[in-house]
């Protein structure tokens, strides 16, 4: 049975990590460890962690980073399982999650597996599913037309998550580094896309790291894309994706350049010439 390590990064999160810690506990497939990579909380988490008596999980002091990316980093360093499971601090993961994305690794022959999951809004569990995909597969080309890979949904392989550098730390991906990441992470496998909703996503952007980031859809993209397009010539991949990275880049900007024409001159998009 292949070891899985779960990482779950937390920052003064004592009102919801034990609700996610025990989903990982409690999954009928049994995780290898369970990595809780703080960020400086100055409220109780730390106590809540410790009274739990269980030797798989591992309290990893980051420091204050004041983004996601560095605390998961060093939990992905430090984890020993072949693959890695995000779960963040205000999601819960349904008993089955893992032991079905497993069996779908396995049965695939896949390095990357994701699922759907239920929505959560103000605080209360919906049966509102989070994404309308039914794709078995989400490829390289899918995801450079939306990031459809819910963070608390994903298990990767350790070896590729080597190869990809981890989660970007710059400061402007900050609510951007799991997009980058599975971008590169595309470039190795696809990931199997499981539509059953496999966990409790937290839908609540006012809680959330995502609401640092408020610049548009269209900046978001530039920066996910640049950051994509200076790993690909750091790193030795198919050409076709960098090909296709910068044709994405480049649409964007010519339709960016057609909205800012419409808005000046009031055109009607059938009249543009392009």
């Known amino acids: 049975m292949d070891s899985v390590s779960v990482i779950i990064p937390t920052y003064n999160r004592a009102n919801t990590i034990l609700k996610a810690v025990k989903s990982a506990l409690n999954q009928t497939y049994n995780v290898h460890e369970i990595i809780i990579c703080d960020d400086g909380s100055t409220d109780n988490t730390y106590d809540l962690i410790s009274a739990i008596d269980d030797a798989r999980i591992y309290w990893l002091p980051c420091g204050r980073n004041g983004r996601p990316a560095r605390p998961r980093n060093l939990g992905i360093a430090k984890a020993t399982g072949e693959w890695v499971a995000f779960l963040d601090s205000d999601d ?29 809004i103000n605080e209360k569990k919906s049966n509102q599913l989070l994404l309308s995909n039914q794709k078995e597969y989400i490829s390289f080309s899918d995801l450079c037309k939306v990031n459809s ?43 199997v896309y499981i539509f059953e909703p496999l966990l409790y996503y937290q839908d609540n952007p006012k809680d959330s790291i995502r609401e640092i980031n408020k610049k548009s859809i269209w900046d978001q993209n530039v920066l996910v894309f640049n950051d994509f397009l200076a790993w690909a010539e750091r790193n030795p991949i198919s050409q076709e994706y960098n090909r296709y990275a910068r044709y994405i880049v480049r649409k964007m900007i010519i339709n960016k350049y057609k909205e800012r024409i419409k808005l000046l001159f009031n055109f009607k998009k059938d009249l543009l010439p392009f």
């Open 92 to 120: 819960e993961w349904l008993p089955k999650k893992i032991e079905k994305q497993m069996y779908a690794a396995n049965e695939k022959q896949v390095a990357a597996v994701c699922s759907n999951a239920f929505r959560v």
């Open 149 to 191: 890979v819910i963070c608390s949904s994903a298990v990767v392989k350790k070896e590729v998550l080597n190869y990809t550098g981890y989660f970007p730390e710059d400061q402007l991906l900050i609510a951007l580094e799991d997009y980058a990441l599975w971008l590169r992470i595309a470039t190795l496998s696809k990931f």
